[in-house]
Each structure stands twice: as structure tokens, then as C-alpha cells.
């Protein structure tokens, strides 16, 4: 009998090559997610730097245009720190919408799989009657030949 041969073996490598491209892209999502989170907690610790500095130098006699200089500095930080929040937003939409088609690849992969371990299955029990056949059409012609021998020698007698 022929050796397995996976029909769909063509489809099989795509699947496989579409997964991994999916994950790749997937992980990519997710070091930037990271990237902007640590962005993110940098922005809100220089912000709240920035205003325990107002704080302070409010409580101390400090000319009204060093505070205001201050407090406009204070306020561009809250922008900075919003913006790094949005850009972390945006990472998690990314990475969620990667992960959605990374786990679609994978499930086209596996079905996939799953028809070859079935197509493999078959082949394996067409295999196992084709041995059984010529165990069966061996042991039949041992019993004919054996049969023939005892009618040859009972002549003989």
C-alpha cells in the first residue's frame, strides 16, 4: 500500500503560515501595548512630580510668575499623561483586534488538523483491511494446499 499522502497537505502549510504571522503580529501588539503602558506610568509620575513641586512652591514666597509658569507646566503634563493614556487605549484595541485573528488562524489551523488526523484514520483502516485480506487470502490458499496434499496422499494409499 501507498504511504499516507495528506490531500490538503497545500492548505495545511497556509494555515500553519497564517498562524504564525498572526502571532507574530499578536506579540508585536502586545510589546507595544507594554511600551505605551510604561509611557503611560512615566507621564503620570513626572505629572505628579510636577505638581507636588506647584504645591510646594505655592507654599512658598515665590513670584506669581514662576507659579503660573508652573501651573501651565503642571497642565501641559496632564495633557502629555492624557495622551499616553489614549495611546494606551489604542495598543489595547490593537492587541485585542490581533488576538481575535490569531485565534481565527488558529482555529482555521486545527481544522485543518482535524481533518488530516481523520484522512489519517481512514487511511490506517484501509490499511489494516488490505493486511487482513492478504493474512485472509494467505491462510486460504495454506488451507486449499494443505487440503490438495491430503487428497494427493490419501490417493496414494
Known sequence: ???????????????????QQAL???AKALAAQQQAANRLLE??????????????????AVPAVHLAQLEDYCRSMDEF??????????????????LEKFLATRQARKAVDKFQVHQHERYDLEARREEQKMIDDRAQRGAMAI????DASE???
Open 1 to 19: 500500500m501507498k504511504r499516507f499522502r495528506f490531500s490538503l497537505q497545500a492548505l495545511l502549510t497556509v494555515r500553519q503560515r497564517q498562524e
Open 43 to 60: 507621564a503620570e509620575r513626572q505629572c505628579e512630580q510636577a505638581w507636588t513641586l506647584s504645591r510646594q512652591r505655592r507654599a512658598s
Open 147 to 150: 487440503a490438495g496434499r491430503l
Open 24 to 26: 507574530e503580529t499578536y
Open 155 to 157: 490417493r496414494w494409499n
Open 81 to 98: 499623561r492624557e495622551r499616553c493614556a489614549e495611546a494606551l487605549r489604542h495598543a489595547q484595541q490593537v492587541a485585542a483586534v490581533a
